[in-house]
């Protein structure tokens, strides 16, 4: 009996890192607001095999609604500024994202995969997939958003029916 309450006991000491590390939405929205400045790097829709970066800008506020509020700055060549919004809402019990673009009609809901905390490392990742559209053909789209400490990743990928998943676009933020 002696061993079996020593091996409870030290189940329950190993869980306690695993509890540590659960995530709430409302910790990963705060995580992502701020201001951040970095770069966006694309695919080329011309010429896939060309690659893309300009300076962006990403300011990300608290939402009425709940979540955040991102606009983005992109800096296109002299005198060229293209900007952009989007909510970025993940739900209550954390199953899903709404990530739509301020001017977009219907909802972009992602069903997230895995919403994970490292409590060593300091990083929250978040990675989230729905069924859409790339280049004008079905797909399924992944967004991988990765906040550690001053840094934020965001990569999408797409997967086209019958292929593997494949780069579409990253930014690589610093909050400032």
């Known amino acids: 009996m002696t061993h079996v309450r020593f091996f409870v006991a030290t189940l329950q000491v190993l869980a306690l890192p695993l509890a540590a590390q659960s995530i709430t939405p409302a910790s990963v929205h705060s995580a992502i607001v701020g201001h951040w400045a970095g770069t966006l790097e694309y695919k080329d829709y011309r010429d896939p095999t060309k690659r893309v970066t300009l300076p962006t800008i990403l300011d990300a506020v608290p939402a009425l609604e709940g979540g955040a ?28 994202l709404d990530w739509t673009g301020v001017k977009q009609q219907v909802p972009e809901i992602f069903h997230v995969v895995s919403l994970l905390r490292n409590n060593e490392a300091g990083t929250i990742q978040l990675v989230a997939e729905r069924e859409g559209q790339d280049d004008d053909k079905p797909a399924t789209l992944r967004e991988t958003i990765t906040i550690a400490g001053t840094e934020l990743t965001i990569l999408k990928e797409v997967r086209p029916t019958g292929t593997d998943f494949s780069f579409r676009h990253v930014y690589h933020l610093t909050r400032q």
């Open 69 to 96: 509020a991102l606009r983005f700055i992109y800096d296109d060549g002299p005198g060229k500024t293209v900007t952009g919004g989007d909510r970025f809402i993940l739900s209550a019990d954390g199953g899903t």
